[in-house]
């Protein structure tokens, strides 16, 4: 055991040490993007006004984006329900969800762009654009956005959510996925190794033929997961943020060596930039909460489910805390699994476990109001999310 102990630290600072590398690389090939953005735009005077010293910080510039992405998403939500509304963007109900979703239907869809519009719009201001991960965070979740886009427009134009077939959509997740596996670990030699919860020195190498396969699965499969949920007015949003929180302070420590280093977890570099990235994400959501709350003005659709849910199984892989991301998004697990388990056992028995899948809908046919479900699933996320928070020390 010491021996292979050993040999996943020898691995560790291995794979830390090309991440430098690349890193340092990367600062170089990139001092044409200077002064091109709005925060570095004002950094440069930093000499004639001390003030501006505090745009070091990703702490700082990531409270500045997160205020940023909630003004904006606050500010753009009555805009884009009216235009919704004028334009007939109203969401379809399938007639097997419990009957009191019919009367939701025709409530504006597609929220998710308001999401998406702060959150890059935000990030795009505030973080460092010579950063890679950033814009392999940005390209996913625009990406996945599209594919979301598509799908929602799709069931408008044709009724009765006849959206994109699982095959066509599954294809194109997949496909995003792939890009963004081979730019990371093939041009950016990203370091292969997972980092195990709750074990200190349990880092296995699964090399870049394992390692891509995975990064694409923890992609897709977080991104349905998350779609999975969005079934109630602000059911799936709350772990969305609750989830967001969890990977800024992962992100914010991964790029930190000092505390990399302190509490023993890889250190990425240019990893803290995604704090900033986390931090518009939360925020966005929470503007977005705001009209997405019981009863909801707007609907996330799947332009926001499948875009956000991509951006977390980034996320995870850039901050090399993949395996902890069934345990921040323990809700998200639980409504996948109860899919899984309904579909599977359906096909053997012709019986159901559950009154209905995913399991939220199941606890409405039991007698719980939407409210109470979403609440209580609200707390579930939060104890998942401080268990999460517990691996950088339980270990």
Not at 245 to 263: I, M, P, S
Not at 351 to 357: D, E, Q
């Amino acid at each position: 055991m010491k021996g292979k102990s050993a040999d996943s630290q020898v691995n560790l600072r291995k794979g830390c040490s090309r991440a430098r590398v690349a890193a340092v690389r990367r600062e170089s090939a990139a001092q044409i993007l200077k002064n091109k953005m709005f925060y570095l735009a004002l950094y440069q005077f930093h000499m004639r006004y001390p003030v501006l010293n505090v745009l070091r910080y990703e702490t700082f510039r990531s409270v500045m984006a997160g205020l940023a992405a909630l003004l904006i998403s606050l500010a753009l939500g009555p805009l884009l329900i009216e235009r919704f509304r004028a334009a007939r963007l109203g969401q379809t109900i399938r007639e097997e969800v419990p009957q009191s979703h019919q009367k939701k239907a025709g409530t504006p869809t597609m929220g998710g762009l308001l999401i998406l519009a702060s959150c890059l719009a935000a990030t795009l201001m505030l973080a460092d654009p010579r950063d890679p991960f950033i814009w392999i965070a940005m390209f996913v979740t625009v990406g996945y956005g599209a594919i979301g886009f598509a799908d929602d427009f799709l069931k408008l134009k044709r009724g009765k959510g006849n959206g994109l077939s699982e095959r066509q959509k599954l294809g194109w997740q997949f496909g995003c996925a792939f890009v963004a596996a081979v730019w990371l670990f093939g041009i950016l030699r990203f370091p292969t190794f997972v980092t195990v919860p709750f074990f200190k020195h349990l880092h296995p190498s699964l090399h870049w033929w394992g390692y891509v396969p995975f990064a694409m699965v923890v992609i897709v499969a977080c991104s349905n997961a998350v779609n999975l949920t969005d079934g109630l007015d602000g059911l799936a949003i709350g772990p969305v943020m609750t989830v967001g929180f969890c990977y800024w302070v992962f992100t914010y420590v991964a790029g930190n060596l000092k505390f990399a280093r302190y509490l023993d977890v890889p250190h990425v570099p240019g990893a803290g930039e995604l704090a900033i990235f986390c931090a518009a994400l939360v925020a966005s959501s929470m503007g977005f909460l705001w009209y997405n709350a019981y009863p909801a003005s707007m609907m996330m659709g799947d332009v926001g489910a499948l875009s956000l849910g991509g951006a977390l199984g980034t996320v995870a892989l850039l901050a090399k805390q993949e395996l902890v991301l069934p345990v921040a998004g323990g809700v998200f697990v639980l409504e996948a699994v109860s899919v899984i388990i309904q579909r599977y056992y359906y096909k053997m028995t012709h019986r159901r476990i559950f009154r209905m899948a995913p399991i939220h809908h199941h606890f409405e046919l039991g007698g719980w109001p939407e409210t109470v479900v979403v609440t209580r699933f609200w707390i579930i996320s939060i104890v998942c999310a401080l268990i999460a928070l517990s691996t950088l020390k339980l270990r």
